[in-house]
C-alpha cells in the first residue's frame, strides 16, 4: 500500500544523505525513482541534489507553477517511487499533487525536508506535509550542548543569530547552524544583553 512519508529534520541531520542512500537503495533491487526538489534550491545547481557528505546525483527541479501531478503522468509514469528533497520550500499544491499521485496512481512519496525557518516559524510545504502524510519521523541532529537540535539558526558573518529576514535564504554550515531551542534563545539573549552594553 503507497504511502506519503514526512521525513523532517533540522539543518545537518543528514535528510539529503538519507534521501540518496533511499534513491540508491530502490535503484539496487531495479526499481524506477522520480528524484525531485524544489528548483529554489539551486546551491549546487538546478538539477543536482548533493548532501554534505559528497553523495550526489540528478534531480528533478520543480517550479512553483509546475504541477507535479502532470508532469508525473506526462514524463515520469514508468517510475516505482518518487523521492522529494527540500520539501519545505514545496507549495501546498505541490503537496497536494504528491498526496493525489499516492492516492490515485499508487506511488510512494518519500519526502525530506526542515519543518521550520530560523525564526521557528512553519514552512508551507512542512506543514501540508504534517496535514496529509500517512507517516511523519523526525530524523534527529544534536546541538554542540549535547541535548537535541530542533531550531535551524541562521548566522551571520561574526556568528551572529539573526533574527529578521526572508524566510528563504540559502545556506550551508556557514550560514545555518542547528541548535536546541534553550541554547537559541539563551544565545539571542546574551547578543541583546551586548548591544545594551555598547
Excluded at 512519508?5 to 539529503?16: E, I, L, P, Q, V
Excluded at 502532470?70 to 499533487?97: K, L
Excluded at 528563504?168 to 551586548?194: P, T, V, W
Aim: hydrophobic share 35%.
Amino acid at each position: 500500500m503507497a504511502k506519503l512519508y514526512f521525513r523532517y529534520g533540522a539543518m545537518g541531520s543528514s535528510k539529503t544523505a538519507q534521501a540518496l542512500i533511499t534513491k540508491f537503495n530502490y535503484e539496487e533491487r531495479g526499481m524506477r525513482v522520480w528524484l525531485i526538489k524544489p528548483s529554489t534550491d539551486d546551491r549546487d545547481g538546478k538539477t543536482v541534489l548533493r548532501s554534505r557528505i559528497g553523495l550526489a546525483a540528478e534531480c528533478t527541479p520543480i517550479p512553483s507553477t509546475m504541477d507535479i501531478y502532470e508532469e508525473f503522468m506526462a514524463h515520469h509514469s514508468e517510475c516505482d517511487v518518487i523521492i522529494a528533497d527540500e520539501c519545505q520550500f514545496f507549495t501546498e499544491a505541490h503537496v497536494n499533487a504528491l498526496r493525489k499521485l499516492v492516492d490515485v496512481r499508487g506511488v510512494p512519496v518519500l519526502c525530506y525536508g526542515l519543518r521550520t525557518d530560523f525564526l521557528t516559524k512553519m514552512f508551507t510545504g512542512s506543514a501540508r506535509l504534517f496535514e496529509v502524510a500517512d507517516s511523519i519521523s523526525e530524523i534527529k541532529t544534536i546541538c554542540e550542548c549535547g541535548r537535541k537540535a530542533i531550531v535551524n539558526a541562521r548566522i551571520d558573518a561574526l556568528g551572529m543569530v539573526v533574527t529578521e529576514g526572508s524566510q528563504i535564504f540559502l545556506g550551508g554550515n556557514d550560514s545555518y547552524i542547528a541548535m536546541c531551542h534553550r541554547c537559541y534563545k539563551k544565545k539571542i539573549k546574551n547578543q541583546e544583553k551586548q548591544r545594551t552594553e555598547k
